[in-house]
């Protein structure tokens, strides 16, 4: 199944969920997208930069003794009043991303659960 | 005539403040006699009373503000709306249409900014609106200042996090001097956390361009149990420890109810 497959479905199969991509944060970069509508660059570069930034504030070097080491750094939720947005990494150092935009009042929960699959599948067709 | 003094300070809340706008409210206008307060010094608070002031007039009133003294400006209200605000050392033009709220808003600011003690003295207008003076509401000019968005998005989410959280931390300005509660094991980490999340630890900042004055946040899982909610608006903030479920849960349900 391609990248862009796996980005289909979980959209399609996530109630809410109106935008997903896959990034590179060591790039800063969205290779890869899946929406009904055609999605400028711009939005998909300032995801990008959401995730950056999202994730450096859970850091690996920053992990506090009472958070697992397997969840603590691989997932932040980004959200404000209108939408979610998902952002899910294999583990705490990879540098492939998984971005899952929710539109606002729907479950986060689901997503980042079936975000956190999409990612575990991807790295393990890439390993 | 009698003159009945009317002296509930400007930042009384709750039953007192009631007590007050009931007396007023009941009382002929022509026994209504000067009210004067001093405002508070912090500029936030200051517009808070302005606002509050303006909200409680019906008939037309005419408000003098001094800064130490001497006359900074004169507000005109009636109806709980803003007729007109006149900075004695700035006259301008007065503004009409689309720009109104914004223009009132900008010169409250003026005045909420100047240093010095300020003091609110309001009697009744003599001269009487004209019906086509373009006016502005206290609901148009707190959207126009981002007061009521900033005050209800943060405190709303503070509220509906409160009940569930396993710890919390929530601050106005530094996290380091918010109102901590809950298990005390987890308030060195919702702070550093916190001064992650504003950009002040030192390391690469979190600076996120927040838009258009509205709260933003951000959920970390720190296991399969628990989540990190870290969220601001302005000055105010919120961290939390939550159940995991019921953390990403009110965050839906903060969303809906906004």
Redesign the interface.
């Known amino acids: 199944m391609t990248i862009k497959a796996q980005l289909d479905q979980l959209r399609e199969t996530s109630f809410g969920c109106v935008l997903t991509a896959f990034g590179d944060l060591s790039s800063g970069l969205i290779l890869r997208s899946s929406s009904e509508t055609p999605v400028p660059r711009e939005v998909l570069d300032a995801l990008c930069d ?1 995730a950056t ?2 994730l ?4 690996r070097h ?1 992990r ?1 003794d ?3 080491a397997s ?2 750094g ?11 947005h998902v952002f899910v990494r294999h583990d705490p150092e990879a540098g492939d991303l998984i971005c899952a935009v929710i539109e ?6 689901p997503v ?1 659960q079936s975000a956190r699959e999409t990612a575990a599948r991807i790295a393990e067709a890439g390993s | 005539m009698t003159q009945v003094a009317l002296s509930t300070p400007l930042s009384a809340s709750g039953p007192a403040r009631l007590d007050g706008l009931l007396r007023r409210f009941a009382t002929p206008a022509g026994r209504l006699a000067r009210r004067s307060a001093t405002l508070p010094d912090d500029p936030r608070a200051r517009l808070d009373a302005l606002l509050q002031e303006i909200d409680e007039i019906m008939l037309p009133r005419r408000i003098e503000l001094r800064i130490d003294g001497k006359t900074l400006a004169h507000l005109s209200a009636y109806s709980r709306r803003l007729a007109s605000v006149e900075i004695v050392a700035r006259p301008g033009s007065r503004p009409t249409g689309e720009t109104i709220a914004s223009d009132f808003a900008d010169r409250l600011l003026e005045i909420a900014a100047t240093p010095g003690t300020l003091t609110c003295r309001s009697a009744r207008h003599q001269n009487r609106p004209r019906a086509n003076d373009s006016t502005c509401s206290v609901g148009a000019l707190k959207a126009a200042l981002g007061f009521d968005v900033q005050r209800s998005e943060i405190v709303r989410l503070t509220e509906i996090m409160t009940p569930i959280a396993i710890a919390k931390l929530d601050w106005v300005g530094d996290p380091g001097q918010g109102q901590f509660s809950g298990e005390g094991a987890w308030r060195q980490m919702l702070e550093q956390h916190a001064l992650i999340f504003l950009g002040r630890a030192g390391r690469k900042t979190f600076n996120r361009q927040a838009g258009a004055g509205r709260a933003e946040g951000i959920a970390i899982p720190l296991s399969a149990e628990t989540i990190i909610v870290l969220a601001r608006l302005s000055d105010r903030g919120l961290a939390a420890i939550l159940p995991y479920e019921a953390g990403l849960k009110a965050i839906a349900f903060w969303q809906a109810a906004g």
């Open positions: 959401d930034r999202s450096a504030v859970a850091s920053t506090p009472a958070t697992a969840v603590y691989t997932s932040v939720v980004s959200f404000t009043a209108q939408r979610s606002k009042a729907q479950a986060i929960a980042l």
